[in-house]
Structures are given as structure tokens and as C-alpha cells.
């Protein structure tokens, strides 16, 4: 049965699916969790922080639009420290995203190593000691 992980990075969470063999990916510690809500919690906590940042960037907007069209020299003049915010915001929406991104692909990678390591120790005797006598069956009809 596969175990979920979750690697801490600084503040930010990437979700791991692994097989539960323990030992991290790239000498990251994980930390076991049970079950697979672990990862649909971290996948909705950083979508409920975009979502914020997201709801954030739409208030900044309004502000500087109207800021805009009173055409107020302390509004304009607040209208650059506003889009500077904006920026910011953006950009954390983009790190996020790739953080995102790129935690469901190792997960996704994790999960499939997972099933191949499985279903090779799996292999049952009968199975194994069928493909050596396949395997001298074939050497020897090739000499």
C-alpha cells in the first residue's frame, strides 16, 4: 500500500507519494502521513493561498482603476506602490504554481517507481523460475 508524504521546503509544502520505504528524495527528510487526504490537504491549502493572493490582486485593481480615473496626483502617486504590490503578488502566485507543479510531478513519478518496484517483488516463484527456463530455452535454441 502506497504512503503519503509531505517534504517541508522552507515554509512551503511539496506533496510525495511514495511506496513508504522511507529516506527522502534528494536527502529530504520526509514525514509520513497516513492515507491519501494528506495530499489533497496540502493541494487545497496552496490553492486557498493563491486563491487569496488572487482576491487580493482584484481589490488592488479596483484601487488603482479608480485611483486612474480621478486622475488625483496622490492617487497616481499611490498607484505606483500599489502595482509594485501587484507585482509582488503575481509573482508569488508564479512560485506557488510551480511549486504546484512540480510537487504533483514527483508525486505522480514516486507513485509510478512505486508500482513498478511493486509489482517486480511480486513476482511469484513460479513466475521467476518460468522466465529463467524461458531464458535457457532461448540460449540454447540460439547456439
Known sequence: ?????????????????????????????????GGGGKVV???????????????????LIQEISQNHEARDADG???????????????ARVVDLYANLSGSFSRSVTAAASANNTNATNSTSPSAAAAAKASKRSRATDTE
Do not use: H
Not at 76 to 90: C, F, G, Q
Open 1 to 33: 500500500m502506497e504512503e503519503d508524504s509531505v517534504i517541508s521546503n522552507g515554509g512551503r509544502e511539496e506533496v510525495v507519494v511514495a511506496n513508504g520505504s522511507g529516506g527522502g528524495v534528494g536527502g529530504t527528510a520526509r514525514s509520513s502521513g
Open 41 to 59: 490537504q496540502v493541494l487545497q491549502r496552496n490553492f486557498g493561498e493563491v486563491q487569496g493572493i488572487l482576491e487580493q490582486n482584484r481589490v
Open 76 to 90: 497616481l502617486t499611490r498607484n505606483v506602490a500599489l502595482i509594485r504590490e501587484l507585482n509582488t503578488n503575481i
